[in-house]
C-alpha cells in the first residue's frame, strides 16, 4: 500500500537547510557566544574557561545514548522534541539573564541546551540518512554542511554584532580621558579625600570623570611610594559605598608598606575619578568600561577596566590609576575612552530572538518534514541479544589494531589548539590594560562569526579538494602545519596589540584559514579508523574522543592564562602543538585513502 505523498517524499529544500541551520546554532550558542557572553558580563577568564569547557560532555558521551534514540520513539518525534527543548532552554537564559546570580541559572541552561542539541544532532544525523536515498544523500551532503556553516556565520557573527549594536544604542555618550605625560607634570602619591563624593553635572545622565584631563610628571618614583598609591585606590574601589567619610587611607597604606624603600623605581602615576553625572533610575545598572584607545601604550591604566554603577553608587567615583613606564623620558599623550551600554539588555533580547527562532522551527518542522516509512520506533523483542550487540558496537572499537595509538592521537591532535579557542575569544575582547585587544562586542562579532567563519570554510574545502588527489597519507603533515604554524599571529598579536582593526582581521582570518584546512586531516583520519563493521557508531565514538580533546585542555586554560598573561599563553600554545605533530610519524594510513578510484 502505498504513503501519502506528504508521508512519503517532500523536497529536500523544504527541510535539509532548515534542519541543518537548527542544528548548527545552539552548538554555536554553548562553545562560542556562551564565552563571549559572559566575559561581556564580567566574568573571569579561569571560570569561563573551565565551566563552558565542562560544556562538551554531552558531545563526549553521545555515543552512549545514541541507542535510545534509535529504540524510543521516532527520529522525527526527537528532532521536533530537542527543538522545542533548546527553545526552552534559551528562554530559561532570557529570564536569569537580570538576576543576581545568573551565572549558575544561565550555566544550568545552558547545559539543558548542550544535552538537547547533542541529541538533536544524532536523530537530525539519522533522520537525514532514512529520509534520502544514497545518491539523495551525496548530493546534499555539501548543501547541508553549508547550512550548518551559515548557522555558525548567523550566531558568532550576526548575533554578537546584533548584541553589540544593543549595547551601543542604549549606553550613554562615549567619554574620552586624555593623559599626558609630560616633564612639568604632577605626581600623585595619595587619594584625594575631598573627592569621595562627586556633585552631579546639569545635564543628562552622562559618564564624568576628574579631572578633565590627566598631567603625569616624566620620571619615576620608589615602589613603596606606588604600592601605598595602588592599594589605597583597589581599597576604595572594593569598598565604596562604606568610604563616603574621611576614612586614613594613606594610614591604611603605608602601614603594610613600612621600612625603607628597596631601591626599586617605577614610572609615576596619576588618579582619575570617574562616576555618573546624575541618580539613574531604580534597579538601573550601568556598565563602563575604560581603558586606553589610542596614543602610546607606555601609559597604562593599572585597576579595573569594568566599572559598575547604580542608584546607590553613582557619585561615588572608582579610582583609575594611571602609570607611566619607567624608561619613558620624553612627552607623551593617550587617548582613554569611557564607554557604556546596556549590558544585560542587550544579551537578554538576543537570546530572546534564539528562543522565538526555536519556537518557529519547532512548529515549522513539526508539519514540514516528511515521514518516511523507515523511521519508525524499533521493537526489541530480545533485550539480552540487543544488550550484547550494543556492548559489541564497544567492543569491536576498543580492539580495532593499534586503537590505544588512535586514541591518543585524536586526544592531543588539537591539544594547543583547545586551549587556544576558549582564549582567544577573550583575548580579543580583554582591554589592552590587562594585555587584550580592546575590540568591541560588533568587532569580535565581524572578525570572528563572518570573516573568520568564511576563511574557516574555504580552509575546509580546499583540504577536502586536495586530499581527494592525492589521499590524507601525502596530505597529513601539510595540514597539520597549516592549522599550527598560523597560531603564532596571537602570540605577535599579544605583544603588538595592534590598533589597526583591519591588521588585527586579516591575521584571523589567516589562522582560521589554517585550522579548516588543518581540520580536514583530522576528520578524514577519524574516518579511517572507523572503518569497517560499525562504521556509523564507531564514528561517533571518536567523535566523543574528539570531543573530549578539547574540553580537558579548556578545562584549565583559562586559569593558565590568568597565571602566566596573554604573551606567554600563545606561547605555551605553540608549543603545546608539537605532540600531535611527532605522533604523525607513528600513524598508519593507507597511502590510497582520500584518493578517487578509477571505474
Request: proline letters at 4%.
Amino acid at each position: 500500500m502505498s504513503q501519502a505523498p506528504d508521508q512519503k517524499k517532500r523536497n529536500g529544500w523544504f527541510w535539509i537547510p532548515s534542519l541543518y541551520f537548527a542544528e548548527g546554532v545552539p552548538y554555536t550558542v554553548v562553545m562560542l557566544i556562551a564565552v563571549v557572553f559572559y566575559k561581556r558580563m564580567g566574568i573571569s577568564n579561569t571560570e569561563i574557561a573551565l565551566y563552558t569547557s565542562w560544556l562538551y560532555l554531552p558531545w563526549v558521551i553521545k555515543p552512549f545514548w545514541s541507542p535510545l534514540v534509535d529504540i524510543v520513539r521516532t527520529k522525527r518525534f526527537w528532532i521536533i522534541t530537542m527543538q522545542l527543548l533548546i527553545g526552552a532552554g534559551l528562554g530559561g537564559v532570557v529570564l536569569t539573564i537580570p538576576l543576581p546570580f545568573f551565572f549558575q541559572l544561565t550555566l544550568g541552561f545552558f547545559w539543558l541546551l548542550a544535552f538537547s542539541s547533542a541529541t538533536h544532532d544524532i536523530a537530525a544525523d539519522g533522520f537525514y540518512m532514512i529520509g534520502l536515498s544514497q545518491h539523495e544523500q551525496a548530493w546534499w551532503v555539501g548543501i547541508r554542511s553549508t547550512f550548518y556553516r551559515l548557522a555558525i556565520i548567523a550566531g558568532q557573527g550576526g548575533l554578537i554584532i546584533f548584541a553589540g549594536m544593543i549595547e551601543s544604542n542604549t549606553g550613554l555618550e562615549d567619554y574620552s580621558f586624555e593623559v599626558h605625560a609630560r616633564k612639568n607634570g604632577s605626581i600623585t602619591h595619595t587619594v584625594d579625600m575631598s573627592k569621595a563624593e562627586l556633585e552631579a553635572v546639569d545635564g543628562d545622565l552622562g559618564i564624568q570623570i576628574q579631572p578633565a584631563e590627566l598631567n603625569i610628571h616624566v620620571g619615576s618614583q620608589t615602589n613603596v611610594q606606588y604600592d601605598s598609591l595602588i592599594t589605597m585606590a583597589n581599597y576604595w574601589n572594593a569598598n565604596r559605598l562604606s568610604m563616603t567619610d574621611s576614612t586614613d587611607l594613606a594610614a591604611l597604606a603605608f602601614a603594610d608598606h613600612q621600612g625603607p624603600p628597596t631601591g626599586e623605581r617605577v614610572g609615576n602615576a596619576g588618579l582619575a575619578y570617574i562616576a555618573l553625572s546624575a541618580r539613574p533610575e531604580v534597579d538601573e545598572e550601568i556598565v563602563v568600561t575604560f581603558g586606553i584607545d589610542s596614543g602610546d601604550k607606555s601609559i597604562r591604566l593599572q585597576t579595573d577596566t569594568r566599572l559598575v554603577f547604580h542608584q546607590d553608587n553613582w557619585n561615588i567615583p572608582y579610582i583609575a590609576v594611571i602609570q607611566l613606564h619607567p624608561n619613558l623620558k620624553t612627552n607623551s599623550d593617550a587617548l582613554f575612552i569611557a564607554r557604556s551600554g546596556n549590558i544585560r539588555l542587550a544579551w537578554t533580547l538576543s537570546f530572546l530572538v534564539l528562543a522565538g527562532m526555536f519556537l518557529v522551527f519547532c512548529i515549522y518542522h513539526y508539519f514540514v518534514l516528511p515521514k518516511p516509512a523507515e523511521d519508525k520506533r524499533m521493537v526489541v523483542e530480545n533485550t539480552a541479544a540487543f544488550v550484547k550487540n550494543y556492548l559489541h558496537t564497544f567492543v569491536s572499537f576498543f580492539t580495532k589494531e593499534k586503537i590505544g595509538l588512535a586514541i591518543t592521537f585524536i586526544l592531543i591532535y588539537r591539544f594547543g589548539e583547545a586551549q587556544l579557542v576558549k582564549i582567544a575569544p577573550l583575548f580579543m575582547i580583554d582591554s589592552i590594560e590587562a594585555g587584550g585587544i580592546g575590540l568591541t562586542t560588533q568587532q569580535y562579532g565581524f572578525i570572528y562569526g563572518t570573516l573568520g567563519a568564511i576563511m574557516l570554510t574555504l580552509g575546509g574545502i580546499l583540504g577536502g579538494i586536495v586530499a581527494a588527489r592525492q589521499g590524507l597519507k601525502f596530505w597529513i603533515l601539510w595540514m597539520a602545519l597549516a592549522m599550527k604554524l598560523p597560531d603564532v599571529v596571537y602570540v605577535y598579536l599579544s605583544y603588538a596589540q595592534p590598533e589597526n582593526f583591519y591588521m588585527v582581521a586579516t591575521m584571523v582570518g589567516i589562522e582560521q584559514f589554517g585550522y579548516g584546512f588543518g581540520f580536514t586531516a583530522y576528520m578524514l583520519y577519524m574516518i579511517t579508523v572507523a572503518e569497517g563493521e560499525h562504521k556509523t557508531a564507531h564514528y561517533a565514538i571518536c567523535t566523543g574522543f574528539m570531543a573530549l580533546g578539547m574540553m580537558i585542555p579548556g578545562m584549565f586554560s583559562g586559569w593558565l592564562q590568568e597565571t602566566i598573561g596573554y604573551q606567554l599563553f600563545f606561547i605555551w600554545v605553540l608549543i603545546a602543538t608539537i605532540p600531535g605533530l611527532v605522533m604523525l610519524k607513528f600513524l598508519p594510513i593507507d597511502p590510497e585513502f582520500g584518493k578517487k578510484k578509477s571505474a
